[in-house]
């Protein structure tokens, strides 16, 4: 006779023995490109960059139209549907129609590829194909950094600069890493970003912490990434994914609380939750003034501050349907141009991906926006919380990997406040593979 435990046992054995197969391999190549795109475009330049991600957007669809995988329509997230329509049809009214083209064209292929790892991998198989491309970034980044620290003992430019290189005092953010390794940070590894390579610490850190309480890895490996995704997120010293970090471990917390009593007692979680948020959204307002500073940030929010007035300046302009979607902004093209400039480096996003939204696709866009997100929201929790059962008297035991997806997403969302990397690329990409996966797997 099985039971659970056994079950789960056998489960695990399985999990662990299916690693390294060629469709891992890539999934893999794939969220390292997604997550890691400045290492690439610091590399070969934006044009190579270009090359390699139309090369994968490629393989991806023929994988997929291979793979055929199954696919109930039932469960499309339609939000997601709409909300790339509009930025579709918003080519129609753009202020800069080729360049929302290609803006399309690149949010089109990006979830192409989320779709991918959506359907033709399970949970367990997204979460070793995420655990190796987050290893791939933080070992390759410590390890690029020591080499700056022992041999180069510089500040070291980009092989290929994205912005012209100006005359005189280099700003901060032209550098490829700032030789800080052994000054305790900010480090920016092989991204070149010490936010977004302190993003990705947080998520490896998720990923690697529920693959070591289920047991998918062997434990000392599992430990000693837990202790590199730890140490990166410290050497990095962020602050805004300091406070994602916070906001996820808040989620953690009731998620387990949730499990824990069960589907018959959650009156009293969610109602602490909501005292929560509410006290949250309280302190937030009547000590705004003083957070900057706790979390060594300028009380302008390094810029934020300027720059979000400027974009909801734009966005009234257009309030209903937006300028016109285009993801990445293009800084010489009107309204960018000289939009987001600050100590000399001129910014491609909002950082804040709601301000974006509004900007790009209006109201209209960030209604849709908003609904993808809720939907995706409601579903990742209620995967966390609830035990998946296949028959009526199956009762299988809680594992750690149904906490992935409201992990993630918590994660994700607080970083949308002050970034936009939601958006973007790997941060797109988790969106869209949530939102499909917990839909598809939704009963």
């Not at 990705?200 to 693959?211: E, G, K, T």
């Not at 800084?331 to 480096?345: D, I, K, Q, S």
Request: proline share 6%.
């Amino acid at each position: 006779m099985t039971t659970p435990t056994t079950a789960l046992s056998e489960r695990v054995r399985a999990v662990r023995d299916a690693g390294g197969t060629p469709l891992t391999a890539f999934a893999t190549l794939l969220l390292f490109t997604l997550f890691a795109g400045e290492f690439w475009r610091d590399l070969i330049s934006w044009p190579g960059y270009f090359v390699l991600a139309g090369l994968l957007a490629v393989v991806t669809v023929v994988l997929l139209v291979r793979a055929r995988p199954p696919f109930r329509w039932r469960r499309t997230p339609w939000t997601l549907v709409l909300f790339l329509l509009l930025a579709l049809v918003s080519i129609a009214w753009s202020a800069y129609p080729g360049w929302s083209a290609l803006g399309v064209l690149a949010q089109l292929a990006t979830t192409a590829g989320a779709v991918f790892l959506a359907l033709c991998l399970s949970w367990q198989g997204i979460l070793r194909a995420l655990g190796g491309a987050f290893r791939w970034i933080l070992g390759l980044s410590l390890l690029f950094e020591l080499i700056i620290a022992l041999f180069v003992r510089q500040p070291v430019l980009p092989l290929t600069p994205p912005q012209p290189i100006p005359s005189g005092r280099l700003p901060q953010a032209f550098y490829w890493s700032r030789d800080l390794l052994f000054h305790g940070g900010p480090i920016q590894g092989i991204v070149g970003n010490s936010n977004l390579l302190a993003m990705i610490a947080l998520l490896a850190l998720i990923v690697f912490s529920l693959q070591a309480a289920d047991r998918t890895v062997r434990r000392v490996p599992g430990i000693v990434w837990i202790v590199v995704a730890a140490l990166t997120l410290a050497l990095t010293r962020s602050s805004t994914v300091i406070v994602a970090g916070l906001v996820t471990a808040v989620a953690l917390g009731f998620a387990l609380w949730t499990r824990r009593v069960g589907p018959e007692r959650r009156r009293p979680v969610y109602l602490t939750a909501a005292a929560v948020l509410v006290a949250g959204v309280v302190l937030v307002s009547v000590f705004a003034s003083r957070l900057p500073a706790l979390f060594g940030k300028s009380e302008d929010l390094t810029g934020r501050l300027d720059i979000w007035d400027k974009v909801i300046g734009l966005a009234q302009q257009r309030p209903v349907a937006g300028w016109g979607w285009i993801s990445y902004w293009v800084p010489w093209t009107p309204p960018f141009e000289g939009l987001a400039v600050r100590n000399g480096v001129e910014y491609l996003q909002a950082h804040n991906a709601w301000l974006d939204v509004w900007l790009q696709l209006g109201w209209i866009g960030l209604v849709v926006f908003v609904l993808l997100v809720l939907g995706t929201l409601w579903r990742s929790w209620f995967t966390a919380v609830d035990r998946p059962r296949f028959t009526a008297t199956d009762h299988p035991p809680y594992t750690a990997l149904t906490l992935l997806p409201i992990l993630l997403l918590a994660a994700l969302l607080a970083q949308s406040f002050a970034e936009s990397r939601l958006l973007l690329e790997g941060g797109w990409a988790l969106l869209v593979l949530l939102a499909v996966k917990t839909k598809q797997a939704a009963p």
